[in-house]
């Protein structure tokens, strides 16, 4: 079954200089999908990254995830949609400052209030970034490459079916970099599926098929054996 379907979609940002990062985009997710998009800083990536995880509307087009039409649900429904469906790393870390690591991935599991608290998931999250002797720590107590373990972990907690990662692998050690990418390629064998933003071609090598975004345009499509 598609997780997730684009179809024609077209985004502009009017403020300031008009703009128009994706222009008729279509592209399927399924189970078991790694993709990478590659392209430019300040192509849209990171855009379509928020347009997929159904935070950012578009101007044409229709988005489905999971068979639904996201056009049609409230935004309480798409809360929840997301909070059952979607893991996020975002290229920023998005952390309650006044909660500590342990209760930041409590926070991400209950979100939507669909999940109740699941010690042993935050647990097995903490121990897979190597963050189990941090977890009361708070997030400034973090080093650059523990906040984006963290943020791995966030996008991990409560085995979403879709993972969207933006940038990864920044601020990270090359072999925490594999770890994490380890990790995704983990769920994608257990049937997520992972959409990747990455500028390192090198990383881009772990998915099954790597796009190039440009000019507003998806491009590319490879398949790896
Ligand atoms: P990338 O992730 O590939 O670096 P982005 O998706 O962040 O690219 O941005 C694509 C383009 O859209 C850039 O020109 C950026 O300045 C512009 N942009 C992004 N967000 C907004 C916004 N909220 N309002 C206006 N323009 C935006």
Not at 33 to 60: M, N, W
Not at 178 to 189: C, G, H, N, R
Request: net charge negative.
């Amino acid at each position: 079954m598609e997780l997730c379907r684009l179809d024609h979609i077209t985004k502009r940002y009017e403020q300031g200089e008009s703009v128009t990062p994706l222009q008729d985009i279509s592209l399927v997710i399924e189970p078991g999908d790694f993709v990478a998009i590659e392209g430019p800083s300040g192509a849209g990536k990171s855009t379509l990254l928020y347009v997929i995880g159904t935070l950012l509307d578009f101007d044409v087009g229709e988005l489905y995830i999971g068979g639904k039409d996201i056009s049609k649900l409230s935004d309480v429904e798409k809360t929840t949609l997301r909070s059952e469906t979607i893991g996020f790393m975002f290229q920023d870390a998005s952390f309650i400052q006044a909660l500590t690591v342990y209760e930041n991935l409590r926070f991400t599991q209950t979100l939507g209030g669909t999940r109740s608290v699941d010690n042993e998931g935050i647990e097995a999250a903490l121990a897979a970034v190597g963050l189990e002797d941090r977890k009361n720590f708070f997030p400034h107590q973090l080093s650059g490459g523990q906040k984006r373990r963290l943020m791995a972990a966030v996008a991990l907690i409560g085995n979403p079916s879709l993972i969207l990662v933006d940038e990864p692998t920044n601020d990270l050690n090359e072999e925490w970099a594999e770890k994490i990418l380890e990790l995704f390629a983990q769920k994608v064998s257990e049937g997520a599926a992972v959409v990747m933003v990455t500028h390192h071609g090198k990383y881009a090598q772990r998915a099954s098929r790597t796009y190039r975004l440009e000019n507003g345009a998806l491009v590319g499509n490879e398949a790896r054996g």
